[in-house]
């Protein structure tokens, strides 16, 4: 049974940072990708950013690209996303998502989920 579980939503004002955390369990990932999406109320999920199992290759939405930086951790099961000159419209639930092989943007392609923190961004 994978786990992912996120951490470090919050309220915000705009302008802020905030930094997200994911880690993952259960299993053993040899050779996988991890992800952020978002979703506001109302809304579509969002691709946000990605990486891949080794930290070298990462992709970003372009409403976050400049604004965002996304890592993993030493032991490669967590993941990181530095959230810097946050606005408004970044408010959203943010879920962690992992897949084995190669990254993409394609939400679909990913077989486990988080269940996703918060986070508001006032004006």
């Known amino acids: 049974q994978v786990q992912l579980v996120e951490s470090g939503g919050g309220l915000m004002q705009a302008g802020g940072s905030l930094r997200l955390s994911c880690a993952a369990s259960?299993?053993?990932?040899?050779?996988?990708?991890m992800a952020w999406f978002r979703q506001a109320p109302g809304k579509e999920r969002e691709f946000v950013a990605t990486?891949?199992?080794?930290?070298?290759?990462?992709y970003y939405g372009d409403s976050v690209k400049g604004r965002f930086t996304i890592s993993r951790g030493n032991a490669k099961n967590t993941m990181y996303l530095q959230m810097n000159n946050l606005k408004p419209e970044d408010t959203a639930v943010y879920y962690c998502?992992?897949?084995?092989?190669?990254?993409?943007?394609?939400?679909?392609?990913?077989?486990?989920w988080g269940r996703g923190t918060q986070v508001t961004v006032s004006s």
């Open positions: 998502a992992v897949k084995d092989g190669w990254t993409t943007v394609n939400a679909g392609l990913y077989a486990y």
């Open positions: 259960g299993r053993t990932f040899s050779n996988y990708a």
């Open positions: 990486i891949s199992w080794n930290g070298i290759t990462t």
